[in-house]
């Protein structure tokens, strides 16, 4: 049965979606890190924050023609749990994007720290790997370089963690402001949830790989 099924023709459809889902992805992360880098121009900040939130809205279309082609197709180009949890993973990191650009506003931060706008580099960094490994599995054939982005993410998370304990650690030792503790806090917090997210989607991306490759 195996074999019949890989000689039929699967939906290529399916790696178009996860392409430009990923291209939102570097969308939104992009604008994140440019109004965390020029955070005292409001101007700036207010489009930064139109981008990310039109490009969540976007991934979300995307998923849901994902999820409906997911239930339309007979033979999909891999476990059709794994597409499901893939885009999933993928609309995840976008969601997380939002949520720290709407904090910001909500929260009513006037000042960022470098700390915030290291975790946001670090975001940007995965989600261009994300793109890169995504755009690499409709084939399958460069499988080793697949897993090396893959193994990329994770460092970068690990990397995003250590910067988050670290700047947390700062904010209760020298900030005196509760409010801007708690505030700031937030915000650590949901970037470098954003970047686990992130390897959710690497883990998602290499379990694909080591089954199909």
Do not use: W
Not at 62 to 85: C, G, S
Not at 186 to 208: F, P
């Amino acid at each position: 049965m195996n074999f019949i099924s890989r000689l039929m023709p699967r939906e290529g459809r399916f790696f178009s979606l996860f392409d430009q889902h990923a291209k939102l992805i570097v969308d939104g992360a992009l604008a994140l890190a440019d109004v965390l880098r020029h955070y005292d121009n409001q101007k700036d900040r207010e489009v930064g924050i139109k981008t990310i939130e039109d490009a969540e809205h976007g991934a979300d279309r995307i998923t849901h023609e994902t999820v409906q082609l997911l239930h339309t197709t007979f033979i999909t180009p891999f476990d059709r749990d794994e597409i499901h949890r893939l885009i999933s993973r993928m609309d995840d990191v976008l969601d997380l994007i939002q949520d720290t650009g709407e904090s910001l506003v909500l929260y009513d931060i006037q000042n960022v720290t470098p700390e915030a706008t290291q975790l946001a580099e670090l975001v940007l960094r995965c989600a261009e790997r994300v793109q890169s490994a995504v755009g690499l599995m409709a084939s399958m054939a460069d499988a080793p370089e697949i897993l090396k982005i893959c193994q990329e993410i994770d460092k970068l998370e690990s990397e995003a963690d250590k910067v988050m304990r670290s700047a947390i650690s700062q904010l209760f030792r020298y900030e005196q402001d509760v409010r801007q503790v708690i505030k700031l806090k937030a915000v650590y917090e949901a970037l470098e949830s954003a970047t686990d997210k992130c390897q959710d989607v690497a883990n998602v991306i290499e379990s694909v790989v080591l089954e199909n490759a």
